[in-house]
């Protein structure tokens, strides 16, 4: 079963203050993935990277930034962290046209 | 564009009752089609997935969804439901250039 692993799980932050999240997968799959999910709103992309050294932006990629410095690692940066971006967040790898394998999940509180 | 919609925010049925999930996609291609569950407090599971062949795959615990490329759907169908199926439903879809997306998804509630 492939690995996907998240750290933290659960994060509080002040506003204005910079938050990475990690994602660390042992698969090798090629693709990765952010999303966060918010009732009513479902998973959203945030940004998603097809290789190591590649990060493309997703569907709401504003306010976060995303680095790919390996096959392995796939971190999200929160810059200038603000409430609105209180969420649960998931990683994810997967191939192309095969099944996402999913983390976790990390909670971040921006207070 | 892409984009995926799923009309229904909640559904409630009893159970052994059948159940139909509604999934539209957006895309001008033809897309890689996924519908995954979520059970509470866990990641997503996938339940089936389709790209070509036969419009009807099945996939674990009796799920199977039809994919209508003139209507552009891939709605989840079971026979009959349990009451362990209760959890939220998600389709999603994928393209050649890699990008993922989903639906809002479908809390499903399965009375006993």
């Known amino acids: 079963e492939a690995a996907v692993t998240q750290s933290p799980r659960n994060k509080v932050a002040v506003t204005g203050g910079k938050v990475t999240l990690s994602c660390n997968q042992t698969?090798?799959?090629?693709?990765m993935y952010w999303y966060r999910q918010d009732t009513g709103h479902g998973l959203r992309l945030i940004h998603y990277?097809?290789?190591?050294?590649?990060?493309e932006k997703g569907d709401i990629p504003d306010g976060y930034k995303a680095s790919r410095p390996s096959q392995e690692n796939f971190s999200l940066i929160l810059e200038l962290a603000t409430p609105s971006q209180t969420s649960v967040y998931f990683c994810?790898?997967?191939?192309?046209?095969?099944?996402?394998?999913f983390g976790h999940g990390t909670k971040l509180s921006v207070l | 564009a892409q984009s995926v919609t799923q009309p229904d925010a909640r559904v409630t049925v009893s159970e052994g009752a059948s159940l139909q999930l509604r999934c539209k996609y957006s895309?001008?291609?033809?897309?890689?089609l996924f519908w995954y569950v979520q059970y509470p407090r866990q990641g997503l599971q996938l339940l089936l997935k389709?790209?070509?062949?036969?419009?009807v795959v099945q996939g674990v615990n009796g799920f199977e969804a039809e994919f209508i490329k003139s209507n552009s759907s891939f709605h989840l169908r079971k026979a009959s439901v349990h009451w362990s199926d209760s959890a939220v439903y998600f389709c999603?879809?994928?393209?050649?250039?890699?990008?993922?997306?989903f639906g809002k998804g479908t809390h499903l509630h399965v009375l006993p």
């Open positions: 999603a879809s994928g393209t050649n250039a890699y990008k993922v997306i």
């Open positions: 698969n090798n799959h090629n693709n």
């Open positions: 990277s097809y290789g190591a050294g590649s990060t």
């Open positions: 895309y001008s291609g033809t897309p890689y």
């Open positions: 389709y790209y070509s062949g036969d419009p």
């Open positions: 994810a790898s997967g191939d192309r046209g095969e099944r996402l394998f």
